[in-house]
């Protein structure tokens, strides 16, 4: 059983940056596929960024070239370092974790495991 609590999020302007982390309880090495997941007031959750247990990436569309994910299998904490952020960026983040590794990492959206989200706001 893993825990994930996520930190590191706040309000910041346009053009900003924020980082945010997710710290698991127990060992995530374990964990074939992590991922970063958003949810703005009102849309449905959408899918931020994709890690694999040998660091194999993906992202969304939205959000390529300025999100960049990473995970530290020692500490156990996957991170998501967002730069240039938009007013669209606004939304709750929510890490997750998953060991099976039958399907590919990327773009999957069932996890067994999620945190509780951290709140993002980007203003004008």
């Known amino acids: 059983q893993v825990q994930l609590v996520e930190s590191g999020g706040g309000s910041v302007q346009a053009g900003g940056s924020l980082r945010l982390t997710c710290a698991a309880s127990g060992s995530i090495f374990s964990m074939y596929c992590m991922a970063w997941f958003r949810q703005a007031l009102g849309k449905e959750r959408e899918g931020v960024a994709h890690i694999d247990r040998q660091g194999f990436t993906s992202y969304g569309a939205s959000v390529n070239g300025r999100f960049s994910i990473s995970r530290d299998n020692a500490k156990n904490t996957l991170t998501l370092q967002m730069n240039s952020l938009i007013p669209e960026d606004t939304a709750m983040y929510y890490c997750?974790?998953?060991?099976?590794?039958?399907?590919?990492?990327?773009?999957?959206?069932?996890?067994?495991?999620w945190g509780q989200g951290t709140q993002v706001t980007v203003s004008s």
């Open positions: 997750a974790a998953d060991s099976h590794s039958l399907y590919a990492c990327k773009g999957r959206t069932d996890f067994g495991f």
